[in-house]
């Protein structure tokens, strides 16, 4: 059986990103250039001040205090077209504005006093070049400015508005298809009678994408029987993206792997050491990934935020496509049977000064969704791990985008 970096290695070899599309920068935030783009002009454009002062010749205020003439006035926003600053004189400049012919430093008026309406005395030393800005410090025109596989934030809005640009090319975001089976099903809204469950999986999955930064659609509830699992199998296959949950176990009326064989998806693999979600499976048809999941709402979850969140990303341009881990020490005795497989654990995360503490959010069973909604991370133990003492440290990676870090909690 493929172990747990195997199985998501296996599926990241399998996935290439999407193609492009332009998209208003207004709108980029969180999306990934698909593009490199480079700078159309200097950045800054013209030398310019960078404080309100008194633009002068650094060499005419060799001894301090001097005194200038006060000759012209050159606001924000205005040119410095024709302006030239005479020897022994200033020019009265606002922070931004183009900086006048001949002048080599900006005196903060902070540093000055004004002597009359039309005279200036500057206090303090004036070196060359001091608080300018000069033409294409920032950035040189031709110059990269954001690369391909960059995330937008708000720094690199920042920048591609500032040269201008109205759209940017970004890597689609996939349609993902999710589609839930079983017969015990029914659907969010109704009151289960006697052996039925709530299908609370296609929901969660749902947010799960939503969450990736990816389109979910769904499709519904595939029936265990060959006829309806055809038709919404081939409807989810129409999407970029197919996800389903249950239905992927040994049972006798597990028919997901088999149906999806009829229409063409080639397994790549079936079952990963790992606990919970073993029964996980990957299939591609042409191109186009499919995951079959557990049923089990925790495992579908897991699985999904381990092997489908990592291939979305990637399909999305992102580098990072795995979360970062780090360490944590174990606040209570986890008895982990050993095993031959990975085993995540929900935990919450705890910060008592430099330490992190990972607190098992309540019992670890598959069926058991309260320690899913109180879990703020995962631990990730290795297989061939035995039980585990508290004081023990352990991989931790934060589990979804919403960070949960108790401080000091006990
Ligand atoms: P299965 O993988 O079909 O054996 O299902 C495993 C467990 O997950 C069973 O208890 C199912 O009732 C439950 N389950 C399957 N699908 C869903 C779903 N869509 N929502 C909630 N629970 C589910
Ligand atoms: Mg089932």
Redesign the pocket.
Known sequence: MLSFEQARQLILENISTTGSEQISLAEAGGRVLAEDIAAPWDMPLWDNSAMDGYAVRSSDCGKIPCRLEVTDYIPAGALADGVVLAPGCAVKIMTGAPLPSGADAVVPVEETEMGTETHVTINELVKPRQHIRFRGEDVLAGECITAAGTIVRPPEVSMLASFGRVLVPVYRRPIVAIL???D??IEVGRTPGAGE??????L?LAAAVQEAGAIPRIIG?AR?NHESHLDKLREGLKADVLVT?????A?D??LVRIVLEELGVKQIFWKAAIKPGK?LAFGLKDNKPVFSL????V??LITFEEFVRPALLRMMGQRQVIRPYFRAILRDDVRNKESDRTTFLRIRLEREGELFYAATSGKQQS?LLKTMVNAAAIAVIPPGQGPLAAGEEVDVHFFGDYIELLEEAR
Do not use: F, K, M, Q
Not at 197 to 202: D, G, K, L, R
Not at 245 to 249: F, N, Q, R
Not at 294 to 297: A, I, K, Q, R, S
């Open positions: 839930s089976t079983g015990e099903l469950i709530v299908n609370s999986n296609t969660a509830i265990d949950s249950a239905g992927v176990s049972g009326r597990d029964p557990p049923g089990n709402p495992s579908s069926g």
